[in-house]
């Protein structure tokens, strides 16, 4: 039995469980989450944004989210959502504080667990601060229907492994040229390196539906002839909005502020064709195992 499969079935029988009471956990009555990264060849395509109204869009269609800040180096989400954490989870591999000190509630009850600012030395974790991250999820008894993870921008090793260890990634990229190399030139890396095989587009910041399939059609050839064997699924897009700017000034959602406008009916929709579209190959959703997958490949 190799290393990923043993993993799998013990995460799987943690599902299952009694808890000190002698009743069965709530995770052992619910399906596994879906473990989605939201990431980008290149920074500046409003991937932050993505991520927090996405979010929104969710817990309004019923799903239990939890979002990790996982730029490590420039995290976000917490000016977008207004929040100042006083800890994050350079506090928990350094064994300061448990994951429910650090864990912050965020618009509309969704959780998040921050990453904190320029927190560069968390790059290269030690084998010990790997073990104690590892405990510190094996106790998380919250249950969650959606875990999406705020990748950083680019293609550096910590990108890499968090687009590697969730099931499901996103791939945000704008019509600018560079986005779109940049877009080309991350699913490459991943597929040639990794053998990652299924990524879904999302086109932001596009006048209209046209544009986005236009960004979509590029790639998708482009992925046809050089990247055989690839699943792209194109998941929608976000038109450029106005409000989504003015929203970010006020700190705060656009999907909460301006619900009417353009950009917040398009994040309602990507939330249903997210929810409509399919997980593709095998499905080891869970949190914990999540973790376990992007420890073990670094």
Known sequence: MDQASGLRQMVRKKAHD?????????????????????TSGKGGVGKTNVVG??????????????ILDGDLGLANIDIIFGLNPAYNIKHVISGQKDLSEVIVEGPEEIRVIPAGSGLQELVHLTQGQKLNLLNEFDT??????????????????????????ADERIVVATPEPTSITDAYALIKVMF???????FK????????????????????????R?????????????????NLEK???????????????????GFSE?????????????????IKFFWRKLMTRQ
Do not use: W
């Open 18 to 38: 009694v808890d000190g009471s002698g009743k069965v956990r709530k995770s052992a009555q619910s399906p596994f989450p879906r473990v989605i990264s939201v």
């Open 53 to 66: 109204n996405l979010a929104i869009a969710l817990r309004r269609l019923g799903k239990r989210v939890l």
């Open 140 to 165: 998380l008894d919250e249950d969650f229907d959606i875990f999406l993870i705020d990748t950083g921008a680019g293609i550096s090793s910590n990108i890499i492994y968090f687009n590697i260890a």
């Open 192 to 198: 040639a390196k990794y053998d990652t095989k299924t």
């Open 201 to 224: 587009l999302l086109v932001n910041m596009v006048e209209d539906a046209e544009e986005a399939k236009s960004v979509f059609e590029n790639l998708s050839n482009a992925i046809a």
């Open 226 to 242: 050089f990247l055989k064997g690839i699943s792209f699924e194109y998941i929608g897009f976000i038109p450029r909005d106005g």
């Open 247 to 265: 929203a970010v000034k006020q700190q705060c959602a656009v999907i909460q502020r301006y619900p009417e406008s353009a950009s917040s009916r």
């Open 270 to 286: 990507l939330a249903r064709r997210l929810l409509a579209s399919s997980v593709n190959g095998a499905h080891d959703g869970n």
